[in-house]
């Protein structure tokens, strides 16, 4: 019954399957070794919200290799029964950035690891790994309004480590995780204005993006 599903979600893919996206997600970065049907968010969100919580269905997704099965299987996936071998295995077979934005914003985050990948990925120098690390501290800044200052204060550390990556995917991520970590509040605001003034030598193009955004944008 279980393969029969996952065959019949599989199915269902193919048949919205579109060229033009395809080629319009190509224009946009998004290329993979993976099989991509061009089959657009607001579909798969209404095929995860049908499907409901299933965490064997997203495992066996996942297995297929197409890319907008592995973004249903983040959508459906059980963050609860999501071990760290798991997310491990996943991160590894993530090779652009709109998957890999979207196992986090969908899943990763949630998951009981997610502080310790943050830190574990980001210092990892496979780009899309290292990506998947920087947005998670950028949506656990942005979400989780449990975790300690202290936790975004280790974020910074790292991220100092690696301020002088300039890969596309990575600066970009980074920007976005300073900017999510300095709305947290006024301290962390305050400790992002520093950093990025310290790092303006370094990084200029990072720490304009940053500063100009957090001047403008109230708490």
């Not at 393969?3 to 919205?16: C, D, K, M, P, R």
């Not at 973004?71 to 071990?83: T, V």
């Not at 449990?146 to 910074?156: G, Q, S």
Request: overall charge positive; hydrophobic content about 45%.
């Amino acid at each position: 019954m279980f393969e029969v599903i996952a065959e019949e979600v599989v199915s269902l893919l193919y048949t919205h399957r579109n060229p033009r996206n395809i080629v319009g997600m190509r224009r946009y970065g998004i290329v993979s070794k993976a099989e991509i049907l061009g089959v657009p968010k607001p579909i798969l969100r209404e095929i995860a919200r049908k499907i409901g919580s299933n965490h064997k269905l997203a495992i066996r997704l996942w297995s297929t290799g197409i890319h907008e099965a592995r973004i249903l299987a983040s959508m459906i996936a059980d963050p609860e029964r999501l071990d760290e071998e798991a997310m491990d295995l996943w991160v590894k077979d993530i090779d652009n950035w709109d998957l890999c934005d979207q196992c986090v914003l969908n899943l990763f985050w949630k998951a009981k690891y997610a502080v310790k990948k943050a830190v574990e990925w980001s210092i990892r120098n496979e780009e899309f790994v290292r990506r998947a690390g920087i947005v998670l501290m950028a949506r656990l800044a942005w979400m989780d309004r449990r975790l300690p200052d202290k936790i975004f204060i280790e974020f910074l550390d790292i991220l100092r480590k690696i301020i002088r990556d300039n890969r596309r995917y990575v600066w970009k991520a980074i920007v976005w995780a300073l900017k999510k970590i300095g709305l947290r509040n006024t301290r962390l605001r305050k400790l992002m204005m520093d950093f990025c003034s310290m790092i303006k030598a370094i990084n200029p193009r990072i720490a304009n993006n940053v500063l100009n955004y957090l001047s403008r944008k109230p708490l």
